[in-house]
């Protein structure tokens, strides 16, 4: 079978997520050459994906230099470097899966979008909920009317609070300055993605939003916190703190991939001795939840008017218990009810013998949550992919950057919204 011969420009988490797709369960990609100037990261590729190597590269501009050497590119860069990662191989013609966000502000938005243009590049946003199985059959049944216009949307994400620490609170999206995006954009660009997906009756009209960074400061630690857990913290004020270090990374450490790659090693190949120093001394991970320095927020709402009068809200949380997702969708003939993570969604209608409603439940085998998978929407994505560039026709769920605009410019209102405490129009 004919196979894509793939470039990897960032061969962090993401990009090898959707690489192992492509190559080993779909089989449809080659991963011919990777950049990273991160040479255990390169090692990794050489060692599961066969790229030799000469391939194999810690700066862009070397391979640049070669010309067009593939049929497109996976970007899975750090979110401020996705502009000038993206352009020099788009300008080549190179298409290209790149990473959610985009990019942060509308100016690099549409350059991306006339880059793109302008030579005739396919240019896909990694918006994987899009593709999980649950959001997918929600947007067909209502192209099929099954409850009739919508009015309303209620969406909520819940972050645990161990993604929480290991993502937004000690880890690299902490700093809008540092990371490139704000919590807004690095969370939950997905759900206000799926917010215009689903309601795509009529664009968005205006957006308030509100929230910010007040829980995780130092003025909310707890009484008597040090700088660093295992440090000059007190082991009785540890014991009481839900983000100890030892209970959090070393006694069970959920995203093992995160915390360690400041050590400079593969996180399997970190030994306990390692981890502990590192805690101690220069991982970041190992300072105090409280005291890491973040700036993006830490819980944010949005509400939406779109132009046709229907309104969505979306609520976001840090630190939560039990992570998750839910939609709750009120059509002027029914209405839709779920959680991703519980696997099946309810659709109700009106029931005329009774004047209450009737129910039925669409079930989803893939439950796989903030630990991997996306419920099935990586191997959706990269399905699509594959297929748009050997072919066939886009799916329903297609994320191209044109289906992908109005989602990142709502971010963009809301963030401007919540920093000014008004409401922005679009």
């Known amino acids: 079978m004919e196979k894509l011969k793939v470039v990897l420009v960032g061969c962090g988490d993401r990009a090898c997520v959707y690489a192992e797709e492509g190559v080993h369960k779909l089989e449809q990609m080659e991963i011919v050459a990777a950049v990273d100037p991160d040479e255990v990261r390169l090692q990794y590729v050489r060692e599961h994906f066969g790229v030799a190597e000469a391939m194999c590269f810690r700066d862009q501009n070397q391979l640049l230099a070669r010309g067009k050497i593939a049929d497109c590119v996976i970007n899975g860069t750090m979110d401020k470097l996705h502009l000038q990662t993206a352009v020099p191989f788009l300008e080549q013609g190179y298409d290209m899966l790149l990473e959610k966000p985009l990019v942060n502000n509308k100016k690099d938005l549409l350059l991306l979008y006339d880059t793109a243009k302008a030579h005739g590049c396919k240019l896909m946003t990694c918006h994987v909920l899009r593709y999980t199985p649950f959001y997918r059959k929600i947007k067909e049944l209502i192209l099929g009317g099954e409850i009739g216009e919508i009015v309303n949307i209620c969406t909520d994400e819940r972050v645990g609070a161990f993604h929480s620490s290991v993502s937004y609170i000690r880890g690299k999206w902490k700093s809008e300055k540092e990371s490139g995006s704000s919590l807004l954009l690095a969370k939950?660009?997905?759900?206000?993605?799926?917010?215009?997906?689903?309601?795509?009756?009529?664009?968005?009209?205006?957006?308030?939003?509100?929230?910010?960074?007040?829980?995780?400061?130092?003025?909310?630690?707890?009484?008597?916190?040090?700088?660093?857990?295992?440090?000059?913290?007190?082991?009785?004020?540890?014991?009481?703190?839900?983000?100890?270090?030892?209970?959090?990374?070393?006694?069970?450490?959920?995203?093992?991939?995160?915390?360690?790659?400041?050590?400079?090693?593969?996180?399997?190949?970190?030994?306990?001795?390692?981890?502990?120093?590192?805690?101690?001394?220069?991982?970041?991970?190992?300072?105090?939840?409280?005291?890491?320095?973040?700036?993006?927020?830490?819980?944010?709402?949005?509400?939406?008017?779109?132009?046709?009068?229907?309104?969505?809200?979306?609520?976001?949380?840090?630190g939560c218990m039990k992570a998750g997702r839910s939609i709750f969708i009120s059509g002027t003939r029914g209405e839709i009810e779920g959680k991703v993570e519980d696997g099946f969604f309810c659709l109700r209608k009106y029931d005329r013998k009774t004047s209450t409603y009737t129910e039925q439940r669409f079930d989803f085998k893939d439950r796989k949550g903030e630990t991997g998978g996306h419920f099935g929407g990586d191997r959706g994505l990269v399905a699509d992919f594959c297929g748009i560039m050997l072919g066939s026709k886009p799916s329903v769920s297609y994320t191209s950057i044109e289906n992908s605009i109005t989602g990142h410019l709502l971010v963009y209102a809301a963030d401007e919204s919540m920093k000014s405490d008004s409401p922005v129009d679009l």
Request: net charge negative; with cysteine; charged share 20%.
């Open 188 to 318: 939950c660009c997905h759900d206000i993605d799926l917010l215009c997906w689903l309601n795509a009756a009529a664009p968005p009209a205006q957006v308030f939003s509100y929230g910010g960074r007040d829980f995780f400061i130092p003025e909310k630690a707890p009484n008597g916190a040090g700088t660093r857990c295992l440090v000059d913290c007190p082991e009785d004020v540890r014991k009481q703190c839900i983000y100890d270090v030892q209970s959090m990374y070393l006694d069970n450490c959920l995203l093992p991939w995160y915390p360690w790659q400041c050590t400079g090693k593969d996180y399997h190949d970190v030994t306990m001795e390692e981890k502990i120093e590192s805690l101690k001394t220069y991982n970041p991970h190992g300072v105090c939840a409280y005291k890491a320095g973040g700036d993006i927020a830490d819980h944010q709402n949005v509400a939406i008017h779109f132009k046709n009068g229907s309104t969505a809200v979306h609520s976001l949380t840090l």
